[in-house]
């Protein structure tokens, strides 16, 4: 009862409470301030037009004359006089008589406060639109454009690698959405992308697991969406955000996720239309590969960059009914590496014998689309057609691993995977920075031999540390926590030098050297200081993501080479070949190798480390002892 009794008192003092006129005023204002400058910008108008008007009436209804020293003026003259007062202060100052001034001047000083006002309201109303544009909060009109979600430092190389990908169209666009100032990601791209070329680049700021401002970068005609996070979390969330915004089918959707689990569980709700790339399983394979030949990581670099040649797929009808080994000597600037048939399967390496059908791709390294193209079957000597046994490599193998880092483990299963049990692995590690037992029991069961060792101490305190005993290979991982990418970088390549300057052992063939370094800038760097490969994480994954935005099929072609049980580019000696690697031409090697059921895809020289992918089938070859054919097996 006492309750319904307060209740009753605090309605009846809410309905007799009496507020001032001016009260009313300033409220009215504010709430007409929050709406936006165009309700205040029309309520001023509106006065503006009253304020004419009433002077008008007044000046015809009194029959005031002396309005510019003349007589009496019709309503029509009235109001033009009224808003010509309005707008110039000046203009009162030829009327005559004292009632026709004091009008004008009236009517002048609310021109000054009230229209005064008005252009100022319209001004900072075109600076705020102006402001609302740079922050990139405007809808894009575009179509056909690849789209990229979120911010990190691998934008600015895939913005890059898509630039020289698009370098054959007239006009492309890249549309960035990120939760960043628009003009950072403008003058970040500005300053790392030099030549845009015939790419525009279009920033957006927002979020990018919101459906409205997914909106305003009009997902559902985007031809490709590249989608990157800080973590697996924000990458999620904006998949989940595509999939009820809607993309186009023949889109397809790249995504960088790097946990394990995570990756299965987005592959088995999304299925093949997304792709995912985990940036530390590239890395370590990379890293594995490396370890077995050198200049492999530079092969794989050339396959993926855009600035040179990757990797295309194209139908052939003319070629329907021959066979794939013949297929090979048709192309004078490319080079076949397999077929993706009707079917949708990707076949490296497929067997010289298998026949075209039609619906067949072919897979093929070229420079550009443009040149993937079938001309004259090139002229190639007598080749011997027997296939040797395979050569297995049995020696025993010393890697020395120095660092560590979550990429550690990977890269320790790939090296099992790859080179097996007779390989040891030797693990150099900071005792202050990380723990032994930590390190072991982050490695799962291998069947290479494993030791760990603990080295507090300077780069080259660590390198003769590890030249105790003999080894062939060195990996410097970079270490990524508790400094910062260029300290890590700088780190490593101390690292590098110290072991560059190691004398040579007895019996040992020179040590190779491969480094894991986390920012692209530095490379130039890691090969002065004797990096025989060098891995750039970043750099690798970028490169990776723009070149499967561009055609998803390839997330096959990329397995299948990563993978041990799949097709393996090696490095296979010269001399094998015969005649035809020593004075004959690029095609006559090309033939040899579809002798051997293998694709020759390029060479590399031994004096200077080039390796060369994909040379015309005319060039002339003359390499010598320690050169190695690029194969395909």
């Not at 093929?364 to 007598?382: M, N």
């Not at 060098?534 to 990776?544: A, K, N, Y």
């Amino acid at each position: 009862m006492a309750e319904d009794s307060r209740s009753s008192s605090d309605t009846s003092t809410r309905s007799t409470r009496r507020y001032t006129l001016r009260q009313r005023g300033e409220y009215w204002f504010d709430s007409a301030l929050s709406r936006g400058p165009s309700v205040v910008i029309g309520w001023l108008g509106l006065l503006t037009l009253i304020v004419v008007v009433v002077a008008a009436i007044v000046m015809t209804v009194t029959g005031l004359s002396g309005v510019n020293d003349g007589e009496e003026l019709g309503i029509a003259e009235a109001l033009w006089q009224s808003m010509l007062r309005i707008v110039d202060a000046g203009t009162f100052a030829g009327d005559s008589g004292w009632w026709t001034r004091l009008l004008g001047l009236v009517v002048t000083l609310a021109g000054i406060f009230i229209a005064g006002s008005l252009i100022g309201l319209i001004a900072n109303a075109v600076d705020q639109r102006i402001e609302g544009l740079r922050k990139g909060r405007s809808a894009v009109l575009e179509s056909g454009h690849t789209l990229i979600l979120g911010w990190s430092d691998r934008v600015a190389t895939i913005v890059g690698e898509l630039v020289l990908a698009n370098e054959s169209s007239k006009r492309a666009v890249i549309v960035v959405l990120a939760d960043v100032d628009k003009v950072t990601m403008e003058e970040t791209l500005r300053d790392q992308v030099a030549d845009l070329l015939t790419t525009k680049i279009v920033c957006r700021s927002g979020t990018t697991s919101s459906f409205s401002d997914l909106g305003l970068v009009n997902v559902a005609d985007a031809r490709s969406v590249i989608v990157i996070g800080g973590n697996d979390a924000s990458v999620v969330k904006s998949l989940l955000a595509l999939q009820h915004v809607g993309v186009s089918p023949d889109a397809p959707i790249v995504a960088e996720v790097n946990d394990d689990d995570a990756a299965t569980s987005v592959r088995s709700l999304f299925g093949e239309r997304v792709v995912i790339v985990n940036s530390d399983a590239v890395v370590a394979e990379l890293t594995a590969q490396a370890c077995r030949q050198r200049g492999l990581s530079q092969v794989f670099r050339e396959i993926l960059d855009f600035d040179g040649d990757e990797i295309y797929f194209a139908e052939f009808a003319e070629l329907v009914g021959q066979t794939f080994s013949e297929a090979q000597l048709m192309f004078e600037e490319s080079s076949l590496m397999g077929l993706l048939t009707v079917g949708g399967e990707v076949v490296l390496n497929p067997s010289m014998d298998t026949v075209l059908a039609p619906g067949d791709q072919l897979i093929g390294i070229a420079s550009d689309d443009s040149t993937f193209l079938v001309g004259e079957r090139a002229r190639t000597g007598s080749v011997d057609s027997a296939a040797p046994a395979p050569v297995v490599d049995l020696r025993e193998r010393r890697i020395v691993l120095v660092g560590w880092s979550q990429l550690g483990p990977r890269v320790v299963s790939e090296i099992d995977e790859f080179l097996g049990a007779e390989t040891t692995l030797e693990i150099i590690v900071d005792p202050d920075v990380f723990d032994p037992a930590d390190v072991l029991g982050s490695i799962g069961p291998v069947s290479i031999s494993l030791e760990i060792t603990t080295v507090s101490g300077r780069p080259e305190q660590i390198a003769r540390s590890a030249a105790v005993r003999a080894f062939h290979e060195v990996i410097v991982l970079g270490r990524r926590s508790g400094i910062s990418s260029e300290e890590a970088d700088a780190e490593t390549l101390l690292t590098l030098m110290a072991f560059n300057q190691l004398p040579r052992q007895d019996g040992i063939e020179r040590v190779r050297i491969i480094a894991e370094l986390l920012e692209q800038r530095h490379a130039p760097l890691a090969i002065a200081t004797g990096a025989d490969d060098f891995i750039v994480s970043d750099e690798l994954t970028s490169l990776m993501m723009a070149q499967l935005s561009e055609h998803s099929a390839l997330d096959r072609v990329f397995r299948d080479l990563l993978d041990r049980g799949g097709a393996t580019i090696e490095m296979v000696p010269a001399d094998r070949f015969g005649a035809a690697s020593a004075t004959g031409t690029f095609g006559d090697v090309v033939a040899a190798a579809a002798a051997r059921r293998q694709c020759a895809l390029g060479f590399r020289r031994d004096a200077d480390g080039e390796v060369v992918v994909n040379p015309p089938k005319s060039t002339p070859l003359a390499l010598v002892g320690g050169d190695s054919v690029v194969v395909l097996r």
